[in-house]
């Protein structure tokens, strides 16, 4: 099946800073999306981007579908950013997702 | 806006017992699913359902698992004897309003003590 990688593991920001988080996967797809998970471990949709570029407030998504990644841009960090972010992907009509493993994000004061 | 709601939010129960986990998606899709997350692990695929039938499972999803669309808004998950490593958050997705756009109830905690 598809493999979906996501790096960096862990990150730790202080309030404010900016960050990227990539998505690699290894076939070809008809969807992606990217996840927050928060504290109580509800899973907020962040993006469907199965390519192209999209912005919602802070947040901002790139996907490459040629080259096989995603990219997930947070600006101006707050302290309710924090949380793991997930990569998902699709390869079929209306098929299963495949999670990565995540980005858990730490930002401080 | 439409969302994908879950009951019970937590639930605990005596290892052999049975559990059903209800959903009700959105009211328009047609495509449906379950996933499960043990904590600290990554989100995983269990089933998915489409036009009243099982459309793929995986090999986590064996006997002891079922879902049943049983009238036209709930969809449940059934686990017939519920083991510790069940243990988990479980979560029903929905997709089919012209997009693959999956979208995530908020979970229900499965506890197996």
């Known amino acids: 099946g598809i493999q979906v990688e996501q790096s960096p593991p862990d990150l730790i920001l202080q309030e404010g800073a900016n960050s990227t988080l990539r998505c690699n996967f290894s076939?070809?797809?008809?969807?992606l999306q990217w996840f927050h998970q928060n504290p109580w471990g509800q899973l907020i949709n962040l993006f469907y981007?199965?390519?192209g570029t999209k912005q919602n407030g802070r947040l901002s998504a790139t996907t490459v579908a040629t080259e096989r990644y995603s990219l997930l841009y947070i600006s101006s960090s707050q302290t309710t950013d924090s949380g793991v972010y997930f990569c998902a992907v699709g390869t079929g009509t209306a098929s299963k997702l495949t999670f990565g493993t995540g980005t858990r994000l730490q930002v401080t004061l | 806006e439409p969302e994908v709601t879950q009951t019970p939010s937590h639930q605990v129960t005596q290892m052999g017992q049975e559990v059903i986990l209800r959903c009700v998606p959105i009211s328009n899709h047609l495509y449906f699913y379950w996933y499960r997350q043990i904590l600290g692990q990554k989100v995983e695929f269990l089933v998915s359902?489409?036009?009243?039938?099982?459309?793929?499972k995986s090999e986590i999803f064996d006997d002891q698992f079922s879902v049943e669309r049983p009238d036209g808004s709930n969809f449940t998950l059934k686990i017939r004897s519920t083991k510790l490593e069940d243990s988990a958050m479980y979560f029903c997705a929905s997709t089919g309003g012209g997009s693959y756009e999956q979208y995530f109830g908020p979970g229900t905690r499965l506890t197996v003590t």
């Open positions: 359902f489409y036009n009243n039938e099982i459309s793929e």
């Open positions: 076939d070809s797809v008809n969807n």
């Open positions: 981007i199965p390519s």
